[in-house]
């Protein structure tokens, strides 16, 4: 039975909120009304992590579970090593993917252990030095709270599944909603700046402008959330942007059934070339680059396709694709006439001094 995917996780994921948690404080604990009819928590023992060993997802269980059948007292304990992973949670989180490490979440489990999450496509490269490395971290908090042979599991996962481009993502991907004042466009890619290698995304130059310009308050979805501000934007060779962040991965949101590719490649097209356009408002749409070093007001050297787009698709990543990865060829720009136009990849490059972030 697959324990651990029943009941009640508090995960962390990539972007680490541990703020979020379902386990009332120690001060609430001690209220005189505490009531076990609010919980529902199997009995703790050795026995959780036997049972464990035949879950495919579990890489490696450590430590002793207490035995614990009072609910009061689980409780309790639920509070102690969630305080003892909060003391961890620094060291830990230069092990996630944000830092190019394997790890996606880390929390407490309502069986009564702590977990450790890595990504499913990097579980080969998890080794016991790496489990080792981290169990030390956690156990060396957990001593100094008196906590002796603190359990944890070690696990892998594909990680959160978001519903839709206008999720909040934790890790931004080309293909998704930006805010920027009271405009919506596309996040384009996530890159590095060739000059520094700080990680950041592309997105419109023109949406750049309409939020406000160098400096603007860029968001994700949404206005509840904010990811970056618009650092550079030149408008020479590509409508395009730059904003520094470094919860990039280089992926796509490809079409609107939850399917993300990996970026391998980038490039400029060839005429005749099939092209995808990824954005909020229109979705997957494809079609043939039919134009290229266009003059297009003051931008030089554009491309037109004949890919369907619409107001909200601006900054919409335009790819190849071949198989499970995608080449990047450019930023959407809008309409020209009755074909859609875009900035070459060779135009984007040029202008905001960034390589695109590949697999």
């Known amino acids: 039975m697959n324990r651990n995917k029943i009941g009640i996780d508090i995960l962390v994921l990539a972007t680490l909120l541990i703020g979020i948690v379902l386990i009332p404080a120690a001060s609430a604990q001690q209220e005189d009304n505490f009531s076990e009819d609010e919980y529902n928590l199997p009995d703790y023992g050795p026995n959780i992590f036997v049972e464990l060993k035949d879950d495919p997802d579990v890489i490696e269980t450590r430590g002793i579970i207490p035995e614990i059948t009072e609910v009061k007292e689980q409780v309790e304990w639920l509070d102690i090593i969630e305080t003892s992973m909060r003391s961890s949670k620094d060291e830990l989180e230069t092990y996630t993917q944000q830092y190019d490490g394997p790890v996606i979440g880390f929390g407490i489990n309502y069986e009564g252990y702590l977990f450790v999450e890595f990504d499913e496509k990097l579980k080969d490269a998890v080794n016991k030095s790496t489990i080792d490395e981290l169990y030390n971290i956690i156990e060396d ?18 990680g959160e599944v978001l519903e839709s481009r206008t999720s909040a993502w934790p890790n931004l991907i080309g293909g998704i909603r930006l805010q920027g004042g009271n405009y919506y466009s596309t996040l384009s890619f996530a890159a590095k700046k060739d000059s520094t290698g700080k990680k950041g995304f592309v997105m419109s130059g023109h949406a750049a402008v309409d939020a406000g310009g160098i400096g603007a308050a860029i968001y994700q979805p949404s206005t509840s959330r904010q990811v970056g501000t618009v650092n550079y934007y ?46 909020i408002s229109t979705g997957l749409t494809s079609g043939t680059v039919v134009e290229k070093n266009l003059l297009m007001g003051s931008l030089q050297d554009q491309c037109t396709a004949t890919y369907w787009s619409e107001p909200g698709d601006s900054g919409s990543p335009i790819y190849t694709v071949s198989g499970d990865t995608v080449r990047l060829v450019g930023v959407h720009k809008g309409r020209w006439g009755s074909n859609a136009a875009f900035s070459p990849m060779s135009g984007v490059r040029q202008d905001l001094g960034i390589t695109p972030l590949t697999t």
């Open 141 to 158: 908090d957990a001593k100094k709270m008196g906590i002796l042979n603190i359990p944890v599991v070690f696990r892998s996962s594909t």
């Open 234 to 279: 030149n408008y020479v060779f590509a409508d395009a942007a730059w904003v520094e962040a470094s919860n990039v991965v280089d992926d796509v949101y490809h079409e609107d059934n939850n399917q993300t590719k990996d970026v391998a490649y980038w490039g400029d097209p060839d005429i005749g070339h099939t092209v995808y356009k990824s954005g």
